[in-house]
Structure formats: C-alpha cells, structure tokens
C-alpha cells in the first residue's frame, strides 16, 4: 500500500486526503444530526 501512495502523485495524495477529510467531517456531522 506504501508503495502505491508512493507512485502517486502530489496532487492526487493531496486530493485522496481532502476528500477523505470531508468524508469524515460528514459522517461526523450526520453522526451528531
């Protein structure tokens, strides 16, 4: 799995990491709702 984080590029770790981000901040949000 290192390895396929590995030949990723920047952009797309960094756009994995925002979408995986806003994934939790909704479930957290409709967790409390």
């Known amino acids: 799995m290192r390895g396929y984080f590995r030949c990723l590029t920047v952009q797309q770790q ?4 925002e979408y ?14």
């Open 14 to 17: 960094q756009a994995l990491y």
């Open 20 to 33: 995986r981000w806003n994934h939790r901040r909704d479930c957290s949000r409709r967790f409390h709702l």
